[in-house]
């Protein structure tokens, strides 16, 4: 069966506290939507005429397989639905879907609208035929269905047949305050459901349900996968689950739990861009991406325990409950002390593909990253300084630069934020050539970062693609002022993305080896076009 996928990120994403969307933004996310084959995208929620001119702008994009869609609401107690200017925005608007919400629960309508259930269902066959009369597909978000359907049941249905008699083509069933049980959405979708068939009798309609889930108790795809399960054909949710409060039904784990384990069709072979989609999201809503996102995080198909890699390298599905490919995802090893040599075989696959488990020098890189633990490394979420660690091991490290002398000094000027400024002087020597540089920035590790790549710039000017993204520093021991740091620093070329750590009672010293890393490691990338 056909699931249509109704992507809200431009909408309830930007109802986060943390999220704020560009028009530029908005743009490249609609591309990126209909790249991974949503089949609506709401582009926002038309409340003036500014949101009109955006509107507009997004309608010129050439899509391919998604259609866009408007959000408004219904009309206002006491006006006609000619009198509302947002119907009459939502009629206006050069896209072929509006939809619309209103009220389905009692208590709302008489404690928020301030107005009876008769002049609710009105304001609701009003504004839906009004946009049906413009031409428009409409959809119409019953809010609050679902504490509505458990306070008067017979009222809340009365709300689903006044829209489709209306002309509404899909009703969706909200869970607004992300409260409800999947057991709950089910049962109260099957009536929903077995209204909407009833309907499509008596006028030859297409009376469809949808399910619109918050995740208020962590609950939103579970609840849609029952919604679905009992009828429910139209799906709303939005990437990473980003939404008001706690947020939406993520649709980065509904997709794939619907199409892969439930075999409803949703984005066909476009799944396998995913895990790439979700991360271009992130990137324009300037969230730091969940790693622990299920299918889509970079932790998804990570392995640590030994027994679990060695498991996984003879029969991926003993430890992974799909292919990570089908979702455009990667299956990584983690080396560690609780790792064994299977993992430390795959990972020096990349180097010398010839070695196996009694091999030599697998014990001798496992005994090198042993002693990085004791000394307080984690490579984790580090594998660009495991995969140089084990090259040393080797010795196969190449020493592209050497550092003779650096100096880090910090001002802090008037005490004022914005004059305190760090300064970094470093010298590199390559091979037997030196050069000198200074470099200004805002803290220590910003001034290292630009000096060392000024002074490696004559030698390597790649490295002007190179730049840091983000740098984390974790206390690892006692001592309060005196205690040992771990810095991890992640950088990218705009192609790859790297981290890297250091440890240190100094935290300039942790920065730099991190730093020092960063750039080795890309530098390797370079030479060995792309594979370290």
């Known amino acids: ?121 009105s304001m609701i ?39 489709w008699e209306a002309g509404a083509d899909t009703v969706v069933l909200c869970d607004t305050n992300g409260g409800m049980l999947p057991d709950v959405i089910g049962m109260a979708t099957a009536a929903a459901a077995d209204a909407a068939r009833e309907m499509k009798e008596q006028t030859d309609h297409p009376c469809q349900v949808g ?14 996968v029952s919604a679905v399960l009992s009828g429910a054909v139209h799906v709303q949710g939005t990437i990473s689950g980003i939404g008001e409060r706690c947020g939406n039904a993520n649709l980065n784990t509904l ?69 990570p490919e089908a979702v455009g995802n990667l299956r990584n090893m ?20 010839h070695l196996d488990r009694e091999s030599p020098e697998v014990a001798a890189a496992l005994e090198a ?46 005490g004022k934020e914005e004059d305190m400024r760090s300064t970094a002087m470093i010298k590199v020597s390559v091979g037997g050539a030196e050069e000198l540089c200074a470099a200004e920035g805002i803290g220590p590790v910003n001034a290292m970062d630009k000096a060392l790549r000024q002074a490696l710039g004559r030698f390597y000017p790649a490295i002007d693609q190179m730049h840091l993204t983000d740098f984390k520093v974790r206390v690892i021991g006692g001592g309060a002022t005196a205690a040992v740091v771990r810095v991890v620093i992640e950088s990218t070329d705009g192609v790859a993305v790297w981290r890297t750590v250091g440890v240190s009672p100094d935290i300039i010293s942790a920065s730099w080896q991190a730093l020092r890393d960063s750039v080795e490691y890309m530098l390797d990338l370079r030479s060995s076009g792309g594979a370290v």
């Open 1 to 121: 069966m056909q699931l249509e996928i109704y992507d809200s990120t431009l909408r309830e994403g930007e109802q986060s506290a943390t999220v704020t969307f560009t028009w530029e933004d908005k743009l490249k996310i609609i591309e990126e939507l209909d790249r991974l084959g949503v089949s609506c995208i709401e582009a926002g929620m038309l409340t003036s005429a500014r949101d009109l001119d955006f509107i507009r702008q997004a309608a010129n994009l050439p899509l391919e397989h998604s259609s866009l869609s408007v959000f408004g609401s219904t009309r206002r107690v006491g006006e006609t639905a000619e009198e509302s200017d947002g119907l009459a925005l939502l009629a206006r608007a050069p896209v072929s879907i509006a939809c619309i919400f209103g009220k389905s629960w009692g208590y709302q309508v008489e404690r928020v609208l301030r107005t009876t259930k008769e002049e609710n269902l």
């Open 125 to 163: 066959r009003d504004s839906v035929a009004f946009l049906k009369s413009a031409g428009k597909r409409v959809i119409f978000d019953a809010e609050h269905f679902f504490d509505g359907y458990s306070d008067d049941t017979e009222y809340a249905l009365s709300v689903l047949r006044t829209a």
């Open 211 to 224: 399910i619109h889930c918050h995740n208020d108790m962590g609950m939103a795809e579970a609840c849609s």
């Open 255 to 323: 997709i794939p739990v619907l199409q892969l384990k439930l075999g409803f069709a949703c984005i066909g072979e476009r799944l396998s861009l995913l895990t790439d989609t979700a991360r271009r999201i992130n990137e324009y809503a300037n969230r730091v991406f969940d790693e622990r996102e299920p299918f889509v995080g970079g932790y998804a198909f990570t392995h640590k325990a030994g027994t679990h890699i060695d498991g996984v390298l003879k029969a991926p599905r003993s430890f992974e409950h799909i292919a």
């Open 334 to 353: 983690i080396l560690s002390s609780l790792s064994g040599r299977s993992a430390m075989v795959e990972k020096m696959a990349r180097i010398l593909p």
């Open 369 to 414: 990253v042993r002693e990085k633990e004791a000394a307080g490394y984690s490579y984790d979420d580090a594998e660009a300084s495991l995969l140089l660690v084990i090259r040393e091991a080797l010795g196969m490290r190449r020493q592209y630069f050497q550092v003779p002398h650096f100096k880090v000094m910090t001002d802090e000027g008037s």
